[in-house]
Structure formats: C-alpha cells, structure tokens
C-alpha cells in the first residue's frame, strides 16, 4: 500500500468512510463480512476496506449511549488512520518496531504523554477486535502493539493539572464577559459555561452534556442533575445567582428558554447571526477557551484546569482536604490530593473556643 493511498484517498480521517452506494458498513453483517474479507483478497480496494473496517471497529466499541458518541468514533478512526498514513503497511505486514517509531515520531514532535498513549492504546484494540473476528483470525495472528505500548502516564501530570491563579481566571472571565455585554451570543453562551465549570468543579461531560430536564428551579434553588463517573447521576445545588444568570441570559438571546424540561440539549452551536444549530461538543468549546486564554494573556489553557482551578478555591477557603474531595466528589482522598497537592494555611476553627473554656480574653 502506497503512502497516498494510505491517506485515504485525500480525505480526511474524520470524513465518513467510503463513497458511492453500500460503502458505508454499519450495521449490516454482510457488508461488514465482505468489508473485512477485502483486508485479505488483494481485490485492488484495500485502502477502502482499511477505512470501512476502522469505522466498524470505531462505531463496535463505542457505546450507544455515549455522550458525544460521534465525535468519539470520529477521534477513534483519526488515531488509527494516522498510523497507516505514517507506515506503508498491510495489516499483516505491521511489526511492532513500526509502531515504536510511530510512537516515537509523535513524541519528537511534542504530542504530550496522555495523547501519545491514547492513540497507540486505541491502535491496540483495533488490532484485538481485528484478532478476535474470524474471517481474520488465521491472517492477523498477534497484536503487533502489545510490545510497543508506553507506560500509562501518570494521572493529571500534564499542562491541564496547572490551577488558574485568581488573577488569571479574573482575566478569563471578564474577556468572554466584555464580548457577551457586547450581544454576543457565542461569548454569551461560553461565559454561562465558564461559571458552570468554576463555580461548581463539575467534570467536562458534566457541564456539555447538560440537557433541558437536567435543570430544575425549586423556589429560590438552582439544581443540576449530573452524570457522574460510573454512570450515575446525582442532582447538585448551585448556589450562585450569577450561573443562572448568565444561563438565562444565553438562553434569552438565542430565543431558547423553551428548551428547559426538554430533552435537548442546554449549549448549542450558533452560526455567525447566532442561529442556533446542533449541540455543542467540548472539542468547540475547548477551541474558543484557547481564543479567549490568548485574549486574556494566558499562554495556554485545558478545560479540565477549571476543575483543578475550582479544588484550589475550596481547599484554600476551608483548609480541609475532606471538604474538597466532597466537593468534587471524588471516592478517595487519594485522588483529591492529587488535585491539591498541600494546603497552606489550615483555617482556625477551634482556637476561639478553647480560650473561651479557659477563660482566656
């Protein structure tokens, strides 16, 4: 297989796999059968066959209850397809020196640890869904990857485990809210956004997968109905008035309080009038966040950082480690101190008391 065809045929990674009738395999086993059969006939539409079978496994592995299913199919394919773009192999043919000088290109050019090791993870479980199917298992024997995978890195040790100083937020914030007082509706939409995720420390899921029925109104009560992980969902009260707000301004510019108690969802992308169209995903949001960082002054920013960001408040307001795992809901204590690495000054709660039994003014 030559290098351009192995780019698949000029389109990029993420475009829907295959063209013209039948090309598009899911869910249909005839097609998926003769789809993987062409890795192995030499047919002449090998580089074809290669992108319907990474769509099959893509779409196979992930669950249909997925939030932002798609675009995890889509990151999916991207991470397999880069492999064959970098390597002029057939499937049989990839050793596992190939995939350590993949591996190792993506680290000479400064991809981080976290996305090196996700992409060679996902490049592994192809070939193990590869092994796994009959019409395969006697041409694709072994997981060429097994012997070239990285060592997991360590958890949070990246740029997005850095908390923004109350400086640096203050600076983020008022950017995205002089765009949204000047009738922006995306900037309207990303502030609303943005307070979720400080004010409450809520996960990335959490905050774009919020829909209409997640949000409820109890007297003077903001609550937020949350998908946690494990998969179970727990309702948060969010005391600030400017989350709701901010929320109600959004959703008022764009004409779309009616989607409250629906099923759909909260944040929308908006075309340049500010039409509102599909879902947002996190990978936009993350796109604008970067704009409004550099506008600020920020070098660089991840939106998990608003979660670290957020711990660094409470643990620094409370002085307890166990106030702020409660407040990320973390299980163990283990995995808050990860977010706080030390507390620096540990509030007084009892020296008042102690003077007072002792008769001490």
Not at 195 to 209: C, D, K, P, Q, Y
Not at 237 to 262: P, W
Not at 329 to 355: C, E, F, M, P, W
Request: glycine content about 8%; charged content about 25%.
């Amino acid at each position: 297989m030559n290098k351009e065809n192995a780019k698949t045929g000029g389109s990029e990674p993420g475009a829907e796999v295959g063209n013209g009738q039948g090309s598009h395999p899911s869910g249909n086993p005839a097609v998926e059968e003769a789809s993987l059969t062409a890795l192995v006939s030499h047919g002449g539409h090998y580089e074809l066959a290669l992108r319907n079978a990474v769509q099959l496994w893509a779409e196979a592995n992930t669950a249909g209850t997925s939030d932002h299913r798609e675009d995890l199919i889509q990151a999916k394919i991207t991470a397999v397809l880069s492999f064959f773009r970098f390597y002029e192999r057939e499937l049989a043919d990839v050793t596992s020196m190939d995939v350590r000088s993949w591996r190792e290109s993506m680290e000479a050019r400064g991809h981080k640890p976290a996305t090196v090791y996700a992409r060679v993870s996902r490049l592994s479980s192809f070939f193990e869904w590869l092994i796994r199917n009959p019409v395969l298992s006697s041409y694709i024997r072994n997981n060429p990857v097994s012997a070239a995978r990285p060592k997991a890195p360590r958890a949070y040790q990246n740029g997005s485990a850095k908390a923004l100083n109350d400086k640096q937020l203050t600076a983020l914030l008022r950017t995205i809210k002089q765009r949204a007082d000047k009738g922006e509706v995306v900037a309207k939409r990303d502030y609303a956004i943005l307070l979720f995720f400080v004010m409450t420390g809520l996960r990335r899921n959490e905050v774009i997968g919020l829909r209409g029925k997640d949000l409820e109104f109890k007297d003077d009560r903001f609550l937020a109905r949350c998908k946690v992980k494990g998969g179970d969902f727990v309702w948060r009260e969010i005391g600030s008035s400017q989350v709701r707000e901010a929320l109600f301004e959004y959703l008022e510019s764009c004409k779309r309080t009616e989607v409250l108690k629906s099923g759909r969802s909260i944040w929308t992308r908006h075309d340049k009038s500010g039409k509102p169209g599909g879902p947002l995903s996190s990978h936009s949001f993350a796109k604008n966040l970067k704009k409004y960082a550099a506008e600020s002054g920020l070098e660089s920013i991840h939106i998990h950082q608003t979660r670290h960001t957020f711990a660094r408040m409470v643990s620094e307001d409370t002085g307890s480690l166990v106030e702020t795992q409660e407040a990320l809901g973390h299980r163990n204590l283990a995995t808050t101190r990860v977010y706080v690495q030390s507390i620096a000054v540990k509030k007084d709660k009892h020296s008042g008391r102690i003077s007072e039994r002792l008769g001490i003014s």
